[in-house]
């Protein structure tokens, strides 16, 4: 039997891989990617806490919790689409021009 | 269950419809409306609601601030608090925007987007569920990364939309992240519960529920701006459309602190810690770090992002010292609907400027008190009450907050600091407001008058006469921001 | 023709609006309407601040409109109906007054302005609220009706006078906006139930005044005036303030009902305490009152248009100082009662009445020019006010002194206004305001000569048939009966200075109506002008008043007697100070005289006989010629110099106030400002934020990675933070 703590320990290792990878890569789907990772973590807690607590409380929030991050990321890569129309790169690096 | 009629769902409705619909007239027409046709839709959406939350409101059957509460949504004076400022920040938006979006492409989508980001900021504010904070909180959010990257042919327009956009993702993330730790140890996700089920959580339980504190306190601090959450803010407030700005520094700011005082708060104070030196800390940060970095700024847009960072750190004063003075809390509600009023007038003055003379560097603003006399007289008035002048409304809500500090220092050692640092930043920020008045009176030649714009000059002489009377007579708002706040006085940790 | 019946107009609308509304008002129901006393009173200031801004406006936007020009007066005739409906008002206030005594005296509140809940220690919430509200009493009545009565005559005089002379074409809706704003508070200030809303329309009256005073703003003379005005009240009202900052402390509330319902607050209060806040709220009086030493700012002030000097200088806003100490003065005479007070207060304000009395009407001997003359009578005369109610405090019956001071703000309110309207009309008539270039007007001006006579006896104090004489002997009766160390030549000091009245009224009425034609009225004729009666608008208010000063005199006795009574009682009932009244004492003096003192009465009877006398000798009669008079002895020529130059108490303030401490600011810079400062501060200063804007700024690089990292950073904190 997979216990729901186990679940939620992956879903802290997810986040975690998610977050550092938001801080160090430079594409920006990549980061985008990063934060998808950290949002199925979030799921995952959602799915052990659900498991736990033997509700479909949080089968519900799983399901809105994917509902909303897929509307994230098309509404992102929305945006990456005219940045990269505009500037030719969506490398985080070289997108500057805002500072100070 | 909550009722049909209750504020929140009537707002969603009457606002959601409008915002539905709009996109269905815009195909039908072939996208040939125009920017007013579309811009009155939303208008006239907004006034309704707003006009539904006042009749609510002076039908007295607004129940007071309710912490707990079985139903996902609660019909309560806060949330018709920051219904009714959001609510005004949106109209501003909106009418601010007749004259913005005359000549640029998708008129409509553009109004359809703020409506229903308003929405969420409703939702917001009505919400005692963490999960439905959070679908607000994303209906709130995602229309806005839309909006602040509208301008698509503009590579500052984009360039502020991604940092928008990988900071609030990345934020929201993390929100979601605490909710779901939150849920994890407690087995709910209604507020209430939540605080019940912190108070009575084992020791080895402990981190995991601090930890989805912190989480939320980061998530929601993006959004409020504050230190050290607030890298995005300048580089997104610059680089929008005007009015998003007025948008993102009124409305969803505000949104933030709404989202902030329902949970962090209760949250924090059932685990008994000692927060409150921590979102003093916070607060103090964020006022300096706000009011030195807009001292030396040259472009007018920059300067009031750095200068809405600092009046987050005001507002977060009154909220560190909750639990000691409940004026505190009253304070900062009056300063959330004062600085949302404040602020959304000077960036719409902002707008009248770029779309009228396209410039915001400051040097380019000589003698703009003569080219555009209404425009620049609601930008002095706004950057007055923002500093704190009396008359204006600012100086009533600083006055406050300030007073409920040093009253709260017989309870708390350090919380006359706060006040102390309040009027130090409050005093540095008259030094930059003061360099734009001069630049649009004092300098430069005199000029020929241009021609304002109508809808500019009606958000103007809307905002002036707002905080003039309020200024004059803050009465009623101090009373309803005394509704309006959750007592938290007496949830002291021992 | 038009312009006959253009004043006709003049002189029917307002008796109309004010009887109408009088009717109205007195038929009505109270109770039925529930127009009740806070509603009315609130009214009264209420009126004047919404006509204001709408003269302002309208006037801005139809200037120059026939309507608004002719028909209304530019604004003339809206500002009189706001002043009529406040006067039926009053009216109708003083009869529930007599009517119903009980409800007042107590605070009504009207609004709630700021509510605070200040944390006290230990948790708990006390609330404390700045709120506007109304207290009426017989103090507050007296002079709401004195102000609204002369705001209302005043200003229809003003509609005569500012519409004839073409100078004030088009801009004479300022000059009704401010009288109405000057009127507002006026009657707030009056009405005021804590001593904040009282100070709050204490500075707009403050400021009405240097806006009226300024009104021909192109004269730079005026705008000096103006200026001057301003500042020299500014310098007493700072010490009001202070003093109320003081009275806050003692009393953790400006507000009468606290202040006045317990003065000792539980004992916690001692009349000690009370001293020094007094003293310099007494401080701020002196400014308003133009008292010595702040009374240069009176003289100068008359540069304004003469309505302006009738109504401002003359009847109302001086009289604010006077106000002040009657408010004041009963409270600290309560403590004093109680065993626990210092008498210095009340002497000081004693003698500052007396040496103002004196000083101002020596000046007021030597000087040409006629309104300068009255402007020195009016600080003379609140000098006497001023002598009255400190009197009364060192005199163990207070209400005797507070009655004295009390009967003659009322009737020198009347009987100056008068004065000045009627000189108003000869500097329209004449053209010119020098009263040696006037001169045997008496047969051109009857009426004006008649009024001007009854009012100018009254100021005189010519017995038994003027107010004046009543009033000016009640003073001098309190005075002698004081029964303190000073009486005697404080006593002394208001003979002498009466006499000196009598004389220089003598004078002005000498120069102005009698002997011959000065040259600058034979050069008007010449050229057409003709010399003639002022018109009916014009000399109708102060005909008005000047048969109201002669009308109480002839009941003098019993109208003193009235007003006695009414504040004996008022003082009984708020501060618990007990009068006697005169027990079958044996009176040297015929039957209705028998309530007066004998001393008093002679002296009074002797001073005017003098002054009149010297008066006749010098200018009406012309027996002795003034100039060769003055140049026939050193010691009174340079008397005479002395006097004419103001004692050269101007060339000492201006000294004092403006010469020393520019210097002072001057040598400050040079040493201290542009070493320490400049380049200490400023310099240091800029560079510290600079260099902190820099870090700060250096942080957006504008790299969102770098952002994110600073995110992260921030989560670690917060999160490090919530574990500690």
């Given at each position: ?5 186990w679940?939620?320990?992956l879903?802290?290792f997810?986040?975690?891989i998610g ?11 990549i ?13 995952l ?8 607590y ?9 399901s809105?919790?994917?509902?909303i991050?897929?509307?994230?990321v098309?509404v ?7 940045l ?5 790169t969506?490398s985080?690096?070289?997108?500057t021009l805002?500072?100070? | 269950?909550?009722?049909l009629t ?9 606002l ?34 707003i006009?539904?939350v006042?009749y ?5 059957s607004?129940?007071?601030a309710?912490?707990f ?29 007749f ?11 553009y ?7 308003t929405?969420?900021m409703?939702?917001?504010?009505f ?6 904070l959070f679908?607000g ?17 503009n ?15 990345l934020?929201?993330a ?16 209604n ?6 089920g912190f108070a ?15 989480m ?25 459309p005007?009015p998003i700005?007025?948008l ?10 709404a989202?902030?005082?329902r949970?962090?708060?209760l949250g924090?104070?059932?685990?008994n810690l000692?927060w ?6 916070i607060a ?14 040259k ?11 600092g ?9 560190s010292?909750?639990?000691?003075s409940g ?11 004062n600085?949302a009023?404040m602020?959304?007038?000077a960036?719409i ?26 425009t620049?007289?609601g930008?002095?008035i706004?950057?007055?009450a ?6 204006l ?5 600083k ?30 920020s008259?030094a ?17 008058r241009?021609?304002e ?13 707002f ?7 803050p ?9 309006a ?10 | 023709?038009?312009e ?6 003049n002189l ?6 004010l ?13 039925s309407i ?10 009264i200031?209420?009126?004047p601040?919404?006509?204001?801004p ?8 139809c ?7 002719h028909?209304?007066?530019e604004?003339?005739?809206v ?6 409906i406040?006067l039926?008002?009053t009216i109708?206030?003083i ?9 007042f005296?107590?605070?009504e509140?009207?609004f ?7 944390l ?5 919430l006390?609330?404390?609220?700045l ?7 017989s ?14 005559l ?12 073409s ?5 004479n809706?300022r000059?009704?906006?401010e009288f ?15 001593f ?5 329309f ?21 705008a ?7 500042l ?6 700072v ?7 003081m009275?806050y402390d003692?009393?953790?509330?400006l507000e009468?009902?606290?202040?006045f ?9 001692h009349g ?5 806040p007094?003293?310099f ?6 400014g308003k009152?133009a ?12 540069t ?9 200088h003359?009847a109302?806003?001086v ?7 009657a ?5 600290f ?11 210095q207060?009340f ?17 007021g ?10 402007a ?8 006497y006010?001023?002598?009255?109610l400190g009197?009364?405090g060192?005199?163990s019956?207070?209400?005797?002194g507070?009655?004295a ?16 309207m ?6 329209h008539?004449?053209g ?5 270039d006037m ?13 001007m ?10 017995p038994f ?8 002997d ?12 000073w ?9 002498l ?13 000498g120069?102005v109506f009698?002997?011959?034609n ?12 003709h ?9 109708i208010?102060y005909?008005?008043?000047?048969l109201l ?10 109208a003193?007697e ?6 004996g ?5 708020s ?13 040297v003096l ?15 009877l002797?001073?005017?006989a ?8 010098f200018?009406i ?8 008079f ?9 008397l ?9 108490l101007?060339?000492?303030v201006?000294w004092?106030?403006v010469?020393?401490?520019l210097?002072a ?10 070493t320490?400062i ?6 240091g200063?800029?560079?510290?934020v ?16 770098s ?7 921030g989560?670690l ?7 500690i």
């Amino acid at each position: 039997m997979i216990e729901p703590s186990w679940i939620a320990g992956l879903g802290a290792f997810l986040f975690c891989i998610g977050l550092v990878g938001v801080f160090t890569r430079k594409n920006a789907i990549i980061v985008l990617m990063c934060i998808e990772i950290m949002l199925n973590a979030v799921n995952l807690n959602f799915v052990a806490g659900a498991a736990h607590y033997e509700n479909i409380d949080g089968w519900v929030y799983t399901s809105i919790a994917i509902a909303i991050a897929a509307a994230e990321v098309a509404v992102g890569l929305a945006i990456f689409l005219a940045l990269y129309s505009q500037r030719g790169t969506i490398s985080l690096d070289e997108v500057t021009l805002l500072k100070h | 269950m909550i009722e049909l009629t209750s504020t929140p769902i009537m707002l969603m409705v009457i606002l959601g419809v409008a915002g539905m619909a709009i996109p269905v007239i815009n195909v039908i027409r072939k996208e040939r409306g125009s920017s007013t046709f579309y811009g009155a839709i939303a208008f006239a959406a907004l006034i309704i609601s707003i006009g539904f939350v006042m009749y609510q409101f002076y039908s007295e059957s607004i129940a007071p601030a309710a912490i707990f509460s079985a139903d996902v949504l609660v019909d309560d004076s806060f949330g018709s608090f920051f219904a009714i400022a959001m609510l005004i920040v949106s109209i501003i938006t909106v009418v601010g925007s007749f004259n913005y979006m005359r000549n640029r492409a998708n008129p409509g989508i553009y109004f359809s987007l703020i409506l229903l980001s308003t929405i969420g900021m409703v939702l917001i504010a009505f919400s005692t569920d963490l999960v439905m904070l959070f679908v607000g909180w994303e209906l709130m959010s995602i229309p806005t990364y839309i909006l602040a990257g509208f301008n698509k042919k503009n590579p500052i327009s984009n360039e502020a939309a991604i940092k928008y956009f990988l900071f609030g993702a990345l934020s929201s993330a993390i929100i979601i992240y605490g909710i779901s730790l939150a849920y994890g140890i407690t087995g709910s996700t209604n507020i209430g519960d939540v605080i019940q089920g912190f108070a009575t959580l084992d020791a080895d339980m402990l981190p995991i529920g601090l930890l989805a504190v912190g989480m939320l306190i980061a998530g929601f601090g993006f959004k409020m701006g504050l230190v050290p959450f607030h890298m995005w803010l300048p580089d997104t407030y610059e680089g929008s459309p005007p009015p998003i700005t007025a948008l993102l520094a009124a409305g969803t700011k505000k949104a933030g602190f709404a989202a902030a005082l329902r949970i962090i708060i209760l949250g924090t104070v059932a685990l008994n810690l000692d927060w409150t030196l921590a979102l003093g800390v916070i607060a103090i940060m964020t006022m300096t770090v706000g009011n030195i970095a807009a001292i030396m700024q040259k472009n007018l847009a920059r300067m009031l992002a750095y200068s809405s960072i600092g009046h987050a750190g005001y507002i977060l004063i009154g909220i560190s010292i909750a639990p000691f003075s409940g004026l505190g809390l009253q304070a900062s509600l009056f300063h959330i609907l004062n600085h949302a009023v404040m602020k959304g007038a000077a960036f719409i003055a902002v707008a009248g400027i770029v779309t009228a003379l396209a410039v915001t560097h400051l040097d380019k603003l000589k003698g703009l008190g003569r080219k555009m006399p209404i425009t620049a007289l609601g930008l002095v008035i706004s950057l007055l009450a923002l500093a704190g002048v009396p008359p204006l409304n600012g100086f009533w809500s600083k006055l406050m907050l300030f007073g409920a500090a040093i009253d709260a220092g017989s309870s708390l050692w350090w919380a006359p600091w706060l006040a102390v640092a309040g009027v130090l930043n409050s005093a540095l920020s008259l030094a930059y407001y003061g360099w734009i008045i001069r630049k649009m009176y004092f300098e430069g030649e005199t000029e020929k008058r241009i021609k304002e714009p109508a809808s500019i000059i009606a958000v103007m002489i809307f905002s002036i006469i707002f905080m003039v009377t309020i200024g004059v007579y803050p009465e009623p708002i101090i009373k309803f921001a005394e509704m309006a706040s959750p007592t938290l006085t007496g949830v002291v940790m021992p | 023709m038009e312009e006959q019946n253009k004043s006709e107009w003049n002189l029917i609308l307002p008796i109309l609006i004010l009887v109408s509304f009088l009717f109205v008002v007195l038929r009505m129901n109270p109770d039925s309407i529930g127009f009740d006393i806070r509603f009315s009173s609130f009214l009264i200031v209420a009126v004047p601040l919404v006509v204001f801004p709408a003269i302002l406006i309208i006037g801005q936007v139809c200037k120059g409109k026939d309507l608004w020009k002719h028909q209304l007066k530019e604004g003339g005739i809206v500002a009189l109906a706001a002043l009529a409906i406040t006067l039926a008002l009053t009216i109708w206030l003083i009869v529930e007054f007599f009517a119903h005594h009980a409800h007042f005296g107590e605070p009504e509140e009207i609004f709630t302005w700021i509510t605070f809940d200040l944390l006290v220690e230990g948790n708990a919430l006390t609330e404390s609220a700045l709120s506007f509200g109304i207290w009426i009493d017989s103090v507050s009545l007296t002079v709401l009706f004195v102000a609204t009565f002369l705001c209302f005559l005043i200003c229809w005089f003003a509609i005569g006078y500012m519409t004839t002379d073409s100078i004030n074409e088009d801009r004479n809706h300022r000059f009704f906006a401010e009288f109405l704003l000057f009127s507002m508070g006026m009657f707030g200030m009056v009405l005021a139930d804590s001593f904040l809303w009282l100070f709050i329309f204490w500075e707009i009256m403050g400021l009405c005044s240097y806006l009226l005073i300024g009104f021909y703003w192109e004269k730079p003379s005026a705008a000096a005036a103006a200026k001057k005005a301003f500042l020299t009240t500014r310098v007493g009202d700072v010490f009001l303030m202070v003093g109320l900052f003081m009275l806050y402390d003692l009393y953790h509330s400006l507000e009468f009902a606290v202040i006045f319902g317990d003065p000792t607050l539980g004992g916690a209060v001692h009349g000690a305490d009370l001293q020094w806040p007094l003293f310099f709220m007494f401080i701020g009086c002196v400014g308003k009152s133009a008292q010595f030493p702040l009374n240069e700012w009176l003289l100068e002030a008359m540069t304004g248009p003469t309505a302006v000097s009738a109504l401002i200088h003359a009847a109302t806003m001086v009289k604010a100082g006077v106000f002040l100490v009657a408010r004041l003065g009963p409270l600290f005479f309560a403590l004093g009662a109680a065993g626990i007070m210092a008498d210095q207060f009340f002497e000081i304000i004693a003698w500052v009445g007396a040496i103002t009395a004196l000083l101002l009407a020596t000046q007021g001997m030597v000087n040409p020019e006629i309104k300068k003359v009255l402007a020195y009578s009016t600080g003379s005369q609140i000098g006497y006010m001023m002598m009255a109610l400190g009197v009364a405090g060192l005199s163990s019956q207070y209400v005797d002194g507070y009655t004295a001071g009390f009967f003659h703000l009322i009737s020198h309110a009347m009987f100056k206004a008068s004065l000045f309207m009627a000189a108003g009309s000869l500097l329209h008539v004449v053209g010119s305001r020098f009263m040696t270039d006037m001169g045997g007007l008496r047969k051109k001006m009857r009426k004006t000569y008649a009024f001007m006579w009854a009012a100018g006896l009254a100021l005189m104090g010519a017995p038994f048939i003027t107010t004046g004489f009543w009033s000016k002997d009640a003073i001098f009766a309190a005075v002698y009966e004081s029964g303190s160390e000073w009486a005697l030549p404080i006593f002394i000091i208001a003979i002498l200075t009466a006499v000196i009245t009598a004389f220089y009224t003598t004078r002005m009425m000498g120069m102005v109506f009698f002997g011959k034609n000065s040259k600058h009225v034979e050069k008007m004729e010449s050229e057409g002008h003709h010399i003639h009666e002022a018109p009916k608008s014009m000399w109708i208010p102060y005909g008005i008043l000047a048969l109201l000063t002669i009308g109480i005199g002839i009941v003098g006795l019993s109208a003193e007697e009235g007003i006695h009574h009414l504040f004996g009682e008022y003082l009984e009932h708020s501060f618990g100070i007990h009068s006697e009244h005169y027990s079958g004492e044996v009176s040297v003096l015929p039957g209705f005289l028998s309530g007066l003192n004998p001393i008093a009465l002679g002296s009074s009877l002797i001073a005017f006989a003098t002054g009149f006398g010297l008066g006749y000798i010098f200018y009406i009669g012309r027996w002795v010629d003034p100039e060769k008079f003055i140049k026939s002895n050193i010691f009174f020529y340079a008397l005479h110099k002395l006097i004419l130059n103001r004692w050269y108490l101007n060339a000492f303030v201006y000294w004092g106030f403006v010469t020393a401490p520019l210097w002072a600011a001057r040598a400050l810079w040079r040493y201290f400002e542009q070493t320490a400062i400049d380049k200490g501060m400023n310099v240091g200063l800029e560079r510290a934020v600079g260099w902190g804007a820099k870090v700060v700024q250096g942080s957006q690089t504008g790299v969102a990675q770098s952002y994110l990292y600073v995110f992260g950073a921030g989560i670690l904190f917060v999160v490090l933070i919530l574990l500690i």
